[in-house]
């Protein structure tokens, strides 16, 4: 009969790399450095997205050629919101506006992905 063998692959315990991160932090302290010395620190800066008028919503929809109902189902939000947006009753919310801004900077090459994901 063949033997079998024991070792198992062990996976570390959580456990256990909270306790490496609590002495690689305890290292860092001793030799008095901070973490920008010790560990790679980027900033970046995000800019908020653009601000759109009723105006605006309107030619960015018409330069896609299509109507409230299907720019509202392309955004995946409700026609009554379109409506809204381009009455000046309501803004988008900042999540809109960052899928405006995409629609926005290129909108043919946005449709047309929109149509091939939607023809996949």
Not at 64 to 83: D, T
């Amino acid at each position: 009969m063949a033997s079998r063998n024991n070792s198992k692959t062990c996976k570390p315990r959580v456990a256990d790399e909270i306790m490496a991160g609590m002495r690689e932090l305890q290292q860092m302290m001793d030799q008095g450095k901070t973490p920008e010395q010790m560990f790679t620190v980027k900033t970046i800066a995000i800019p908020d997205p653009a601000i759109y008028r009723a105006t605006q919503i309107r030619q960015l929809r018409e330069s896609l050629g299509v109507s409230q109902a299907v720019f509202a189902h392309l955004l995946g939000v409700s026609v009554i919101l379109v409506k809204s947006w381009e009455r000046g009753v309501r803004e988008p919310s900042p999540l809109a506006r960052r899928l405006l801004d995409t629609i926005k900077a290129d909108p043919s090459w946005w449709l047309t992905s929109v149509r091939e994901r939607a023809a996949a």
